[in-house]
């Protein structure tokens, strides 16, 4: 995928690199960049979300656009209520960093995240 070449490029990192920001291996960061692979999975779109805020999922998805977007969520959302629903600590200060994502990635993390009860809590922490 020319993108992950331009993507890679841009920031300034090797492909092991990126591997280790991502949290996946180099030999998967070779073969997006090698492969005829047309599109990102799921996961690896979540990925790039995590390691990257800000990075548009239009642009992953697409190669359309800028790469960041600049749009940020209210920074004051308490991880308090994704602990009260039975989340461990982690897991709902992990909340408390999504909320502050820009709407376009909390789009892409909503549509990505298939278990029902984490679907509702990021529902109502994200405004939805």
Do not use: H
């Not at 070449?5 to 291996?25: H, N, V």
């Not at 239009?58 to 800028?66: A, I, P, Y």
């Not at 920074?75 to 994502?101: H, I, K, M, W």
């Amino acid at each position: 995928m020319e993108r992950i070449i331009e993507f890679r490029t841009k920031q300034k990192l090797t492909q092991k690199e990126l591997a280790q920001r991502l949290g996946t291996y180099q030999e998967e960061i070779s073969r997006l960049e090698n492969e005829k692979i047309t599109e990102l999975t799921a996961r690896q779109k979540f990925l790039f979300l995590r390691a990257f805020p800000g990075i548009s999922l239009d642009w992953l998805e697409t190669g359309k656009g800028d790469i960041f977007i600049t749009e940020t969520a209210p920074p004051d959302v308490p991880s308090e209520f994704a602990y009260s629903q039975g989340l461990g600590r982690n897991t709902a200060q992990a909340f408390e960093r999504l909320c502050r994502l820009p709407q376009e990635q909390k789009d892409a993390i909503e549509r990505i995240v298939t278990d029902e009860r984490i679907r509702a809590i990021a529902a109502v922490l994200f405004g939805k």
